[in-house]
C-alpha cells in the first residue's frame, strides 16, 4: 500500500506563495501522488475516520475553527468532496455554505459582507462550496463589476483571509481543476441520470463557452491570491476518487496541524459516584 504522507501532497499541489502560476502547467488527471485508485480509496476512509475525530477535539475545544474552501467549475466535484471527505463526519460542529447568486439585501452591501457572516464560528469546520472568490471569478468574467474593482479585490481578499487566521481560523483553499474534456462527460451524465439531471442548469453551458476567460480568471485569483497565510492548492479533479483522497490529507493536516488533544476537566472522574 503506497499512501503518501502529508506534507508531500501539499508540496505537490500546492501554488507557491509568491511565484508566477501558470494553470495550464498543472494536469486535471495525476497520478503522481496515488498511482493505485484503491490506494487512494483507503487513505480517503482512514483520513475520514480521522478527521471525524479531530473535528470533535476541536469542537471540545473551542478555540480555533477550521475552513474548507471548495472553488471550481461546474462537475467539478465540490458536492462529492463534501460527501467523500466528511463521509464519517457527525453534524456537531459541522457548518456548510454553498454561495449561489448572491441577494438584493447582499447585493446592497460590501461584498464580503455575506462571506464573512459565513466563517465558522470557534470550535467548528466550515466549508465553502464556491466562496468570496466568486468575486473575482464569474463577476470578473461576466463583467459584473469594473475592472479597476476586480484588481482591488485580490489585495482585499488577502487582507480578509488574513485577519482570519489571525483570529483563529485555519483555511484550506482548493482549487479542483476538473479538465474541459471531462466537464463536457459529466454535462452529458446529469442530461441522461435521473439522480443528477436535477444538478443541470442550462447557465453552465454559457460558462463552457467561456471557458479559456475563466481559466484566466481562475489562473489570476490563484497566483495573486495564494499567501502564505492562506495558500492555493490546486487539485487534479478529473479522477473523483484520487481528487477525494488528496483534499482529505489536506483537510487532516490542517486539523493535525493543531496539535488537539482531549481538554481535561477541572475535576477527577473517580470523585463522583453516579450510583
Same mark, same amino acid.
Do not use: C, Q
Given at each position: 500500500m503506497n499512501i503518501p504522507d502529508i506534507a508531500h501532497v501539499r508540496e505537490h499541489l500546492i501554488a507557491k506563495p509568491g511565484e508566477p502560476f501558470s494553470l495550464a502547467a498543472r494536469p486535471t488527471r495525476d497520478e503522481a501522488i496515488f498511482d493505485d485508485k484503491e490506494d487512494a480509496k483507503t487513505s480517503l476512509k482512514k483520513d475520514a475516520a480521522v478527521i471525524n475525530e479531530l473535528k470533535d477535539m476541536l469542537y471540545a475545544h473551542k478555540k480555533q475553527s477550521v475552513l474548507v474552501v471548495l472553488q471550481g467549475m461546474d462537475t467539478s466535484g465540490k458536492s462529492g468532496t463534501i460527501r467523500n471527505v466528511f463521509a464519517d463526519t457527525t453534524p456537531l460542529g459541522m457548518e456548510v455554505k454553498a454561495f449561489k447568486a448572491p441577494s438584493k439585501n447582499e447585493l446592497a452591501r460590501d461584498y464580503l459582507? &455575506?462571506?464573512?457572516?459565513?466563517?465558522?464560528?470557534? @470550535?467548528? $469546520? @466550515?466549508? #465553502? /462550496?464556491?466562496?468570496?472568490?466568486? /468575486?473575482?471569478? $464569474?463577476?470578473? $468574467? &461576466? @463583467? #459584473?463589476?469594473?475592472?479597476e474593482d476586480i484588481e482591488q479585490r485580490y489585495d482585499q481578499i488577502n487582507a480578509f483571509e488574513k485577519h482570519m487566521t489571525q483570529n483563529g481560523v485555519v483555511i484550506v483553499k482548493c482549487m479542483l481543476n476538473v479538465g474541459y474534456e471531462e466537464q463536457g462527460v459529466r454535462l452529458a451524465e446529469r442530461l441522461v441520470e435521473p439522480h443528477k439531471l436535477w444538478k443541470f442548469n442550462p447557465a453552465d453551458l454559457d460558462d463552457r463557452r467561456d471557458w479559456d476567460k475563466f481559466m484566466g480568471a481562475y489562473e489570476t485569483a490563484v497566483e495573486r491570491c495564494s499567501t502564505d497565510h492562506a495558500p492555493w492548492y490546486v487539485i487534479p479533479a478529473d479522477s473523483r476518487t484520487r481528487r477525494n483522497a488528496m483534499i482529505a490529507r489536506l483537510v487532516r493536516g490542517a486539523l493535525e496541524d493543531l496539535n488537539l488533544e482531549w481538554p481535561k476537566p477541572g475535576y477527577k472522574p473517580e470523585d463522583f459516584d453516579i450510583g
Open positions: 459582507w &455575506r462571506v464573512h457572516n459565513a466563517v465558522p464560528k470557534k @470550535g467548528h $469546520v @466550515g466549508i #465553502f /462550496d464556491r466562496s468570496h472568490y466568486e /468575486d473575482v471569478l $464569474v463577476v470578473k $468574467v &461576466r @463583467g #459584473f463589476a469594473s475592472p
